[in-house]
T-cell receptor
């Protein structure tokens, strides 16, 4: 089975530009998570979805960040406008089951650099 | 509330030596504990997990971890380090839900030849 697929793997953009990161979860998984990883703050949960519905977006840093999941096989994380402090690796992860104890399947990440 | 503290952001061992990565947790409910590994330029993958069964948990690649409630610890060990073990290791705790998974700050393991 294919794992979680993220694109792009690397993105370099200038401050003020819009950035869209994409994620395809593992087929059959009903939970999808977006994490951000930085040296300073480690791994932070930004938002998660259950059955395509956003459940908790309290980790989204600002209104510049938005996430959608239009169907079970696709999600986007958008930053508009982007700022240098948004530079990080963004991970998408998926899992199945309401009672899953914490086993997440991660994509390889999207490394974002905002100049 | 729950939290994880990983002692030592960087650990170096010689090839063939014992690997010991330390993790202490705090949780208001019986915890579920995990170790994830991240190889360079890759996502995290599950190494092993403790979900209230046996306190000594065996994972992939020869790693194991022991849950010690009295010490609130879940240290990761491997008897003999291999060069391929060089990676970053994350301890994580949840309340039994993937939605409440909290990661530690990570420990970078370097294996010296």
């Amino acid at each position: 089975d294919a794992g979680v697929i993220q694109s792009p793997r690397h993105e370099v953009t200038e401050m003020g530009q819009e950035v869209t990161l994409r994620c395809k979860p593992i087929s059959g998984h009903d939970y999808l998570f977006w994490y951000r990883q930085t040296m300073m703050r480690g791994l932070e949960l930004l938002i998660y979805f259950n059955n395509n519905v956003p459940i908790d977006d309290s980790g989204m840093p600002e209104d510049r960040f938005s996430a959608k999941m239009p169907n079970a096989s696709f999600s986007t994380l958008k930053i508009q406008p982007s700022e240098p402090r948004d530079s990080a690796v963004y991970f998408c992860a998926s899992t199945e089951g309401q009672y899953n104890t914490g086993e997440l399947f991660f994509g390889e990440g999207s490394r974002l650099t905002v100049l | 509330a729950q939290s994880v503290t990983q002692l030592g952001s960087h650990v170096s061992v010689s090839e063939g030596a014992l690997v010991l990565l330390r993790c202490n947790y705090s949780s208001s409910v019986p915890p579920y504990l995990f170790w994830y590994v991240q190889y360079p330029n890759q996502g995290l993958q599950l190494l092993l997990k403790y979900t209230s069964a046996a306190t000594l948990v065996k994972g992939i690649n020869g790693f194991e971890a022991e849950f010690k409630k009295s010490e609130t610890s879940f240290h990761l060990t491997k008897p003999s380090a291999h060069m391929s073990d060089a990676a970053e290791y994350f301890c994580a705790v949840s309340d039994g839900s993937a939605r409440q998974l909290t990661f530690g700050s990570g420990t970078q393991l370097t294996v010296l030849p």
